[in-house]
């Protein structure tokens, strides 16, 4: 039974978190330019970057023989029986 895997996945979640990490340090930057960061701003910052990180963040697919596989962030596993094709 060959089982198929999403190949640009990997590639997608590197971009994911690049897209987050680059707006976290250029909120970081510029608040601290300006002299207004402080801890809480911090902390809301870094709560728009992980929103950023988890609103593009790919889901992982996952195809074999009579079957697909589908984990998400909302559902561990949900599966979807494929039948009478082929």
């Given at each position: 039974m060959d089982?198929?895997?999403?190949?640009?996945?990997a590639g997608d979640l590197r971009s994911s978190i690049r897209c987050a990490a680059v707006l976290?340090?250029?909120?970081?930057?510029?608040?601290?330019?300006?002299?207004?960061?402080?801890?809480?701003?911090?902390?809301?910052w870094a709560g728009l970057g992980a929103l950023l990180f988890l609103v593009p963040y790919p889901p992982r697919v996952t195809a074999g023989e009579g079957r697909l596989e589908r984990i998400d962030r909302e559902t561990a596993l949900t599966v979807f029986r494929v039948s009478g094709l082929g």
């Open positions: 089982v198929t895997y999403d190949r640009r996945w976290l340090a250029l909120l970081l930057v510029i608040d601290l330019g300006e002299g207004t960061l402080a801890a809480l701003r911090g902390v809301l």
